[in-house]
């Protein structure tokens, strides 16, 4: 069977229970979505596989020039399905397409080949998408679904951020990934009882969240505050990027990384700018404009749940909105530039400075040109713009070793000492004479 002849995903599938094996990224936010998944009947199982056996994996069903992602999300499911721990009759994967001009748009394909070429073209493999590229008739996306997956994306996008804020300074360790873990709990049993992914529920939840967090008792202390960006999968994956947030948690640091829901309202936005741009339907970019509508309300109340934190303890960085990010690079890069992470990549590390996170690791997968274009490329324009920027691109490739890429990190973190303890000495009360 040529793998252009899709497998469909089918009802009785569900019925029989196939493990749908999914690859790992942003660990909050996936593990959420696993329990989602269940909540609908579905066997979801996000891989936590990990080690050196992945990429050597994808790197027999993956072209090294193709993309470091696509070798490394192939390559766990490929080794997922040799571990022997799945009847591989019972089995199905799954994977985000987004039918964009990124080469994102192709990992299915490259998994369909990959099967094809071990002999497993019967595995179905699932599209995860709303723009109807593919259908299946055993796994539909739902309104409901769909409402509780973006409530998922605030909720992952608080604890991610309150957690990483948090955790550097906890008086008792392991305080902030309790709360992670509990509050996880939660929204599960809500999600199951049809509770807490309305936006009027999650005004109310996200504070709760955040309060929680501002309660946890923490040091005075003051640390060096990093950002990370880059693409999608190498910045939040720990497989991609190489337990980047744990490095930087044992280098004393403090880590910002921006949110799913800011690249969520730029993936939207742009159908809308196409629109304008281009032309096209005035219904489709009504319906468009509706969920956009609806994720920037969002947006506003994970942003207003960290600004109550504050109320309680005054220490965190409130998130910016899209629309103050949009703003940011008006003069320095198009909107035209929308390619993987686009100018939004720009306009993240641009948000960081002005936050307080000058010192800034641009995660640069191997492979992907869009992000060498608006991540490393404009590195030198962000300089000029804010002098005391200290942003370091780091490539994630199959042949960098994370020793290099933790050294080239470490002469960063030297200079950001540097320049945070020269600041101190400049704001320093001067002694009378």
């Not at 997922?80 to 299915?108: E, F, V, W």
Request: proline residues 4%; hydrophobic residues 40%; glycine residues 8%.
């Amino acid at each position: 069977m040529a793998f252009t002849d899709r497998v469909e995903f089918t009802k009785e599938m569900k019925k029989e229970g196939y493990t749908i094996l999914a690859p790992n990224m942003a660990p909050i936010h996936f593990r959420l979505f696993e329990n989602l998944f269940a909540s609908y009947g579905y066997n979801v199982e996000i891989l936590q596989t990990r080690g050196r056996q992945i990429v050597d994996e994808g790197l027999k069903y993956v072209h090294n020039d193709t993309c470091y992602p696509a070798l490394l999300t192939i390559g766990q499911m490929m080794d997922a399905l040799h571990s022997g721990k799945y009847d591989l009759h019972k089995t199905a994967l799954i994977i985000t397409q987004t039918g964009g001009g990124c080469r994102a748009s192709n990992y299915i394909h490259l998994l369909r080949k990959a099967l094809e070429k071990d002999g497993l073209s019967y595995i179905p493999v699932i599209s995860l998408n709303m723009s109807g590229l593919e259908k299946n008739s055993g796994f539909k996306l739902t309104l409901p679904m769909i409402r509780k997956a973006l409530g998922v994306l605030a909720y992952g996008d608080l604890l991610m951020l309150l957690h990483n804020q948090t955790r550097p300074y906890e008086k008792e360790a392991g305080a902030s990934r309790k709360l992670v873990d509990d509050w996880t709990k939660k929204l599960t049993d809500m999600f199951a009882k049809e509770k807490g992914y309305s936006a009027k529920e999650m005004e109310t939840i996200l504070p709760q969240i955040a309060e929680d967090f501002a309660n946890v008792p923490v040091t005075g202390e003051k640390k060096v505050r990093v950002g990370v960006v880059g693409e999608i999968y190498v910045k939040y994956s720990p497989i991609g990027n190489n337990d980047l947030e744990e490095f930087l948690f044992s280098q004393n640091c403090e880590t910002m990384v921006p949110g799913l829901l800011g690249f969520m309202l730029f993936k939207v936005d742009n159908r809308m700018e196409d629109i304008k741009l281009f032309g096209g339907s005035k219904a489709k970019f009504g319906v468009v404009k509706i969920l956009f509508d609806y994720l920037v309300g969002i947006e506003s109340h994970v942003i207003r749940a960290v600004e109550h934190a504050n109320t309680v303890s005054n220490r965190f960085t409130v998130p910016s909105s899209y629309a103050h990010l949009k703003k940011l690079i008006t003069g320095v890069i198009g909107y035209g530039c929308k390619m993987g992470e686009g100018w939004l990549l720009t306009a993240e590390m641009m948000e960081l400075i002005e936050s307080g996170y000058p010192n800034i690791i641009c995660a640069q997968p191997f492979g992907c040109l869009p992000n060498h274009i608006v991540g490393k490329g404009m590195i030198r324009s962000l300089k000029n713009l804010y002098p005391k920027s200290n942003i370091v691109p780091i490539d994630y490739d199959p042949g960098a070793t994370k020793v290099n890429q933790e050294n080239r990190i470490k002469l960063m973190l030297a200079v950001a000492k540097e320049n945070m303890e020269q600041a101190e000495k400049e704001n320093a009360p001067k002694a009378e004479e």
